[in-house]
């Protein structure tokens, strides 16, 4: 298994503990060691900076100068920007995972990820000249795959306080802040959330780079990506472990082996950076070794993410659907979120000549797709099977009609 960490505003490779570091608290020195192997790759592709995440662009500026200073002179700052980038739809944004976007390019695409609406909100404030905190939010975690690569999504939010003009000089701790975020409020209800650095938000994103320029075969970008997350927040371990699946990718074993070791120094029940080791130390012939950590590995996390999930596509590829649907079940009972998950189910029960089961499950697929290629492939197989309900529809007799 590969793993890595992202946040759902953010992406990160293989899986890792999000490992983030707050305001709030002592924050830890980063790993000392040199973990870098710049000879090793290409020189990037692309420009690579930090700050073009939280850029302004010109048509931003425009659009805080006109359509966003209407509603600021009606409203004040920060619900203005709030109502015009959001409330009132005037960007109409559409959520799409498939790509993390600076705030410049979430703005001119009119779509992006949580964090790059993260990102494109706090741009604005900063413009407007309002305080921004970025928060890091508990939640369950939540597995994707691509390629052969797992994925892990974290959760970032931001909060935005009343302009530092219109503050008390008396007010002492934190100013009344009001928090924007990007998932519906029944999935966010009672979860706990805390405080990170601008330093952290900006690693996440670049780990989210490089995590998308690993999947579609990118290597020598992604560690550039990669790179930068870790000299921007080395605190931050995620970026550790997807410079490691990278390493192994170049066949550079004892570089992967020493950089997830920096990782579990630092955080020994780190299930990603675990589970990477093992394929290193299998790579390199120590099986003893990985076993013993995959035991541990067993205690942690008993069951590992896609297990049923593989073993019902075996089921499927077999024919025997039964068997199948009842392994697709449990992947969804733990991981609903997964709109592959729901299509397998819906395919198995097609197979068991069950349409509208099909049709339910398929419909779910869709209301979980996170991306514009997703919708589009989910609504199209539920529009042919509302199709084949209707011909079935059509073909059983009504209960009651008369017989001639």
């Excluded at 980063?30 to 662009?57: G, H, K, N, Y």
Aim: proline share 4%; aromatic share 8%; net charge neutral.
């Amino acid at each position: 298994m590969k793993n890595i960490r992202a946040s759902m505003c953010a992406l990160v490779v293989a899986g890792l503990a999000l490992g983030l570091s707050g305001c709030a608290v002592e924050p830890k020195a980063p790993p000392q060691a040199d973990v870098f192997l710049d000879a090793a790759f290409r020189p990037p592709s692309v420009v690579i900076d930090a700050q073009e995440a939280l850029a302004m662009s010109p048509a931003m500026q425009r659009f805080a100068e006109t359509e966003m200073a209407s509603e600021i002179r009606l409203k004040g700052q920060r619900d203005g920007l709030i109502d015009a980038l959001y409330t009132r739809g005037r960007l109409q944004l559409d959520y799409d995972a498939e790509t993390t976007r600076t705030a410049a390019e979430a703005f001119a695409a009119k779509r992006g990820n949580c964090m790059s609406l993260v990102l494109m909100t706090a741009a604005f404030a900063r413009h407007l000249g309002l305080p921004v905190r970025f928060n890091s939010v508990y939640l369950e975690e939540s597995w994707s795959r691509m390629n052969g690569i797992f994925f892990i999504a974290g959760h970032v939010n931001v909060s935005l306080a009343r302009p530092l003009s219109l503050q008390s000089r008396a007010v002492f701790g934190d100013p009344e802040l009001l928090t924007i975020d990007f998932l519906p409020p029944d999935q966010l209800r009672g979860n706990r959330s805390r405080p990170i650095e601008e330093s952290t938000v900006l690693a996440m994103f670049l780990n989210n780079k490089a995590a998308e320029a690993l999947t579609v075969g990118r290597v020598d970008d992604a560690y550039w990506w990669a790179r930068e997350a870790i000299r921007t927040d080395g605190r931050w371990l995620a970026a550790y472990n997807t410079l490691a699946v990278l390493y192994r990718r170049k066949g550079l074993l004892d570089r992967a082996e020493a950089t997830l070791r920096l990782v579990l120094e630092r955080e020994p029940l780190n299930t990603q950076a675990m589970s990477n080791l093992i394929l290193v130390l299998s790579d390199t012939g120590r099986r003893d070794e990985a076993q013993r950590y995959a035991n541990q590995l067993a205690q942690i996390q008993p069951v590992a993410p896609y297990k049923y999930f593989d073993e019902g596509v075996a089921a499927m590829r077999a024919g025997d659907y039964a068997q199948a649907r009842q392994l697709f079940r449990k992947e969804v009972a733990r991981a609903a979120y997964v709109p592959e998950f729901h299509f397998w189910l819906g395919l198995a029960n097609y197979g068991l000549g069950d349409v509208s089961a099909a049709r339910g499950e398929i419909a779910k697929a869709l209301e979980n797709s996170a991306t514009v290629k997703d919708r589009e492939l989910y609504g199209a197989k539920l529009a042919w099977l509302n199709e084949m309900r209707e011909q079935q529809r059509q073909r059983t007799p009504l209960r009651g009609a008369a017989g001639s």
